[in-house]
């Protein structure tokens, strides 16, 4: 056998199996790239058409459609935000078709700090897609009695810039 074939043979025993997680792990990555880079058209191909956007304020929940017109101004100007994952969890259901999946990870944000992703993903046409996003603050135990008050006591408005966009 030549030196050629062995090494790539240790490559393909190494390398990791393209299977439905490590699929759905590489679009999540995908995701964070494009927001990073406020790559739009990148970002937005991750979604199903009728895909949601759950954001931390009360008043963030988008379609696709709302949420493309909140983030593409921002996009447009290059600002787009950087949430690096960790701690990534990924259920594929266990149904014959193997098509849906959910998913868990917390990330860091310069400006919030530790928050967490989740949401739920939908085979479509072979291509993972995200169905439904939700961007979440991670709330100590010990803090949310504050925090619950200090929503209590705010109206709900508009949402405003978010600090991290």
């Not at 009695?145 to 978010?162: L, M, Q, S």
Request: charged share 20%; net charge negative.
């Amino acid at each position: 056998m030549s030196v050629i074939a062995l090494a790539l043979a240790a490559v393909l025993q190494t390398a990791p199996a393209d299977t439905a997680e490590t699929q759905i792990g590489a679009v999540l990555d995908r995701l964070n790239v494009a927001s990073t880079a406020a790559d739009a058209p990148a970002y937005f191909a991750l979604f199903t058409s009728d895909a949601r956007f759950i954001g931390t304020d009360r008043t963030e929940r988008w379609s696709m459609s709302e949420f493309r017109a909140f983030v593409e101004p921002y996009f447009a100007r290059g600002k787009g935000w950087t949430y690096t994952p960790s701690d990534r969890v990924i259920t594929v259901a266990d149904i014959d078709c193997r098509c849906v999946a959910w998913f868990d990870e917390q990330l860091t944000n310069a400006a919030y700090g530790e928050t967490r992703g989740s949401g739920v993903l939908r085979l479509v046409d072979g291509q993972w897609k995200i169905e439904q996003y939700v961007l979440s603050f991670a709330v100590p135990n010990d803090a949310s009695k504050a925090v619950v008050a200090a929503i209590a006591a705010t109206p709900p408005a508009a949402p405003a810039e978010p600090a991290s966009h």
